[in-house]
């Protein structure tokens, strides 16, 4: 968990620079690391931030089936459910595609 925690840091600043530079595939990288590494502690509050940044990278059927992640995560904030191991998988499959492009 502490090595989560530092990566997160760690991907945070690297996001910050690439943004800066313009640098699109960069900054869509760590910022699918901060999603992900966010939905692996279970923060679903921290998920939502980055994941709504991360819908910005997204075109497409992508958008679509990230949407419907921020609106499965804030149905489980709502009502104080946990992000399940499913719901993870689906981040993690969105955001490497996303990524890959």
Do not use: P
């Amino acid at each position: 968990k502490d090595l989560i925690e530092y990566l997160k840091i760690e991907y945070k600043k690297s996001w910050s620079e690439s943004k800066l530079k313009g640098d699109l595939k960069r900054s869509c990288f760590y910022c699918g690391e901060l999603v992900k590494s966010s939905a692996k502690t279970r923060d679903i509050v921290e998920t939502l931030k980055w994941i709504g940044d991360f819908k910005e990278y997204a075109k497409g059927e992508d958008a679509g089936n990230i949407e419907n992640i921020i609106n499965e995560l804030v149905y489980r904030m709502e009502n104080k459910k946990e992000i399940t191991d499913e719901l993870t998988g689906k981040i993690n499959i969105v955001v490497h595609h996303v990524q890959m492009r």
